[in-house]
């Protein structure tokens, strides 16, 4: 398979797959916690100058007692790449997702965007975790790969990423996310799902058309920077013999006609533009499914056969899911004025900011 990712290096491939939430204290949402693609540090600085902000937060905050049962001072981590449960303290935490998740030249205020949404999540998955234990998790609160720099990393391990920039980029990560340590974002008083990816395509996904779930704060606004984000569009082609044997391996039953221009038609599309409905040969599936069986960045994509090369390209808009914090729609946010606030409130709807005592 040959492939041509535009305009940028590929990105990170980070997923966090949580099993299904059981009922308990905290709601269940048949959905699992997916932490997105990230910039990796080759691609850095794409909007070019802040904008000086004029105008004030408009969130309004919540106080949350010093005994409240959100104040969690660690989180256990099952390591996927060696198996191992290791504690990490909060801080260390979510300084290291935020290392993670973004390029050290985004805008402070989309890192502490970020530091907020990714300290949510983890709050909801252990709250979750130490009331219905899964099993598989091995008694840790959520997954992540450390080792490879996915959905958290150690401060020695992204040091060594930026080279001679190191001490300056740690020490404006770690200003950004201490500064913002103690918000949550809740949602009757719970902690959200609070579920981010790299870039949308101009509107965000519901995630509903991505996990059959219809979750109140997660539902499409607009994300006007995602278009002009280096993630923003990519291109892969694949010849018939490949295409072939990437559906058929995805797709039981599936039978494909001889002439392969017809193997491919979307049917129905999201009310954000991502495939609902796709025709595949015999079948009808999900857009979401097939951007798995062929890696897809996302599941918006255009699909164009040239019988006399062999030859599908595939050119996809957005990278990841599509729902809830765009990373990119942040750093535009942040650089238009906005602070993170403003950010959270905006792409999570009608949750409010919590404050630890």
Request: proline content about 5%; overall charge negative; charged content about 20%.
């Amino acid at each position: 398979m040959r492939q041509r990712i535009l305009p940028v290096l590929v990105f990170l491939l980070a997923a966090l797959l949580l099993p299904p939430l059981a009922l308990g204290k905290f709601p269940a949402l048949s959905l699992p916690s997916f932490a997105p693609q990230s910039a990796d540090e080759e691609d850095l600085g794409w909007i070019g100058e802040s904008v000086p902000s004029s105008r004030a937060s408009q969130a309004e905050e919540v106080m949350l007692p010093a005994d409240s049962p959100l104040d969690i001072t660690e989180f256990k981590i099952l390591n996927s790449a060696t198996g191992q449960v290791e504690t990490v303290s909060v801080r260390d935490y979510v300084r290291g997702a935020v290392a993670a998740e973004l390029p050290a030249t985004f805008h402070a205020e989309a890192m502490k965007a970020q530091a907020v949404a990714a300290h949510t999540w983890a709050l909801h998955c252990a709250l979750t975790q130490r009331e219905n234990p899964d099993p598989a998790l091995k008694g840790a609160d959520f997954s992540a790969d450390p080792d490879h720099l996915k959905g958290y990393a150690r401060a020695e391990d992204i040091k060594a990423t930026y080279d001679n920039m190191a001490d300056e980029y740690w020490d404006k990560i770690t200003t950004a996310a201490d500064s913002v340590m103690d918000y949550v974002l809740l949602y009757d008083g719970e902690p959200i799902q609070a579920v981010y990816h790299s870039c949308s395509i101009g509107v965000t996904e519901s995630a509903e058309n991505v996990w059959q779930a219809s979750v109140p704060y997660l539902v499409p606004v607009e994300s006007e920077g995602d278009l002009i984000a280096p993630a923003a569009e990519a291109e892969v082609t694949f010849t018939s013999a490949e295409m072939r044997a990437l559906l058929t391996a995805a797709f039981d039953g599936l039978v494909l006609g001889d002439n392969p221009a017809l193997w491919l038609s979307p049917v129905s599309y999201t009310e954000s533009g991502y495939i609902m409905d796709i025709k595949v040969g015999n079948l009808t599936v999900t857009g979401k499914e097939v951007r798995a069986a062929l890696d897809l960045r996302s599941a918006s994509f255009a699909i164009s056969y040239d019988s006399a090369e062999d030859l599908f390209t595939i050119h996809t808009q957005g990278y990841g899911h599509g729902v809830g914090l765009s990373q990119y729609g942040a750093d535009y946010m942040a650089r238009q004025g906005a602070d993170f606030k403003e950010i959270l409130t905006h792409y999570y709807t009608g949750v409010e900011l919590a404050v630890l005592d």
